[in-house]
Structures are given as structure tokens and as C-alpha cells.
T-cell receptor
């Protein structure tokens, strides 16, 4: 079974600055996907970014990018030019396509954006 | 594309009552997932459907929990004889046949008194 660990329960960043959220995972599978989801106070889970394990190139979506280190099983999220609307709980998740096909989530990082 | 919808958004019930939640996935998404989320935690997988077939249900929390997707479209999650420990947010997600990315609904918040 896979596990996902987010070691930073809370993080804060100044508006317009850059912040990096950490995530490590553990799986013995070779075919998997990694995701970052955002859950604002309204609690709707929103997809931020996705990374296929077989791709070496780090995924990027506008101000959001990842640093995927497959050998180290690390998957960090970088948010550039932070905005007040980025404040939310961020969850890292791992999906194994060949098994139970469930997302396994970390415990989350609460991000505060300071004006 | 209207997104995943869930009803009701909130449910308050008394211990021992049965409750049923509904999830409507994104149209043409053939996969549907149920998760439970307690306060301050990440979602926990419960069960998964591909079309009308329930392919994984071993993670359902007890035999009081059951889910159906009779025609491969909407799904229902039923909790029988609710207990206070069932109080949580119940999330539904769906994904398409050619993309494993899951899109979540707004959830149903259950409070058992």
C-alpha cells in the first residue's frame, strides 16, 4: 500500500512571494500519478496540478509548479507570486492505476497568505 | 460541463437513523469514487465504481455502509444505523475512461446527534 506524508501542517507566505510545500510518498509500483489538490474554506477540493511518474519533466500550471524527484520519492509544490486566494489546505495525493485505483492523500498543509 | 454535484449538502440526523447521499458525476465520466473526510484530515477512500460495477468495496468502514450505481450514472451512499462517529464530510469524485484525474464534488456534511 502506498503512503503519502506532508510534514508541514502549516505554512505562511507573504503576498507576491514564493512558497514551497513538501510531500513525500512511498510506493513499490512503477506506474503512478501524483496530484496536488487545494481545499479552500468552502471545502470544495480543487485540482491544482498533476504529474505522471513516467514523465521526467516537472509539471507546470501558471503560477504552480512541482519538483518531482522520483528516486527520492519527493513531490513538492511551488507557488509563485502568491495571492490571497491561494490560502487553503493543500493536499498531496498518489494514485496507483494498476491496483485499487484510489487516491491516497497526505494529511495536508494549511497555507496562509499574509497581505 | 457542470462538475460533480452532491446532495444534500448538509444532513443532520439522530443516532440510529439511516441516511442516503447522492452523487452525480461529470457527464460521460465512467468512474466514480466515494471518500470520507474528517476534520483536519485528508480524504479516506471508501469505494469505487467503473460504470455500474463496484470494483472496490473492501474499504467501506463497516457493513452499515453500502453504495450503488445502478445505471452507471449517479451513485448513492447509504449509512444504516448511524453512529456519532459517522459524522464527517462525504466526498464524491469522478474520472473519465482515458484520464485518471479525479474531480471532486462539494461534499455532503453529515452530523449525527
Amino acid at each position: 500500500a502506498q503512503t503519502v506524508t506532508q510534514s508541514q501542517p502549516e505554512m505562511s507566505v507573504q503576498e507576491a512571494e514564493t512558497v514551497t510545500l513538501s510531500c513525500t510518498y512511498d510506493t513499490s509500483e512503477s506506474d503512478y500519478y501524483l496530484f496536488w489538490y487545494k481545499q479552500p474554506p468552502s471545502r470544495q477540493m480543487i485540482l491544482v496540478i498533476r504529474q505522471e511518474a513516467y514523465k521526467q519533466q516537472n509539471a507546470t500550471e501558471n503560477r504552480f509548479s512541482v519538483n518531482f524527484q522520483k528516486a527520492a520519492k519527493s513531490f513538492s509544490l511551488k507557488i509563485s507570486d502568491s495571492q490571497l486566494g491561494d490560502a487553503a489546505m493543500y493536499f498531496c495525493a498518489c494514485f496507483i492505476s494498476g491496483s485499487a485505483r484510489q487516491l491516497t492523500f497526505g494529511s495536508g498543509t494549511q497555507l496562509t497568505v499574509l497581505p | 460541463d457542470t462538475g460533480v454535484s452532491q446532495n444534500p449538502r448538509h444532513k443532520i440526523t439522530k443516532r440510529g437513523q439511516n441516511v442516503t447521499f447522492r452523487c452525480d458525476p461529470i457527464s460521460e465520466h465512467n468512474r466514480l469514487y466515494w471518500y470520507r473526510q474528517t476534520l483536519g484530515q485528508g480524504p479516506e477512500f471508501l469505494t469505487y465504481f467503473q460504470n455500474e460495477a463496484q470494483l472496490e468495496k473492501s474499504r467501506l468502514l463497516s457493513d452499515r455502509f453500502s453504495a450503488e450505481r445502478p445505471k452507471g450514472s449517479f451513485s448513492t451512499l447509504e449509512i444504516q444505523r448511524t453512529e456519532q462517529g459517522d459524522s464527517a464530510m462525504y466526498l464524491c469524485a469522478s474520472s473519465s475512461r482515458d484520464n485518471w484525474t479525479q474531480y471532486f464534488g462539494p461534499g455532503t456534511r453529515l452530523l449525527v446527534l
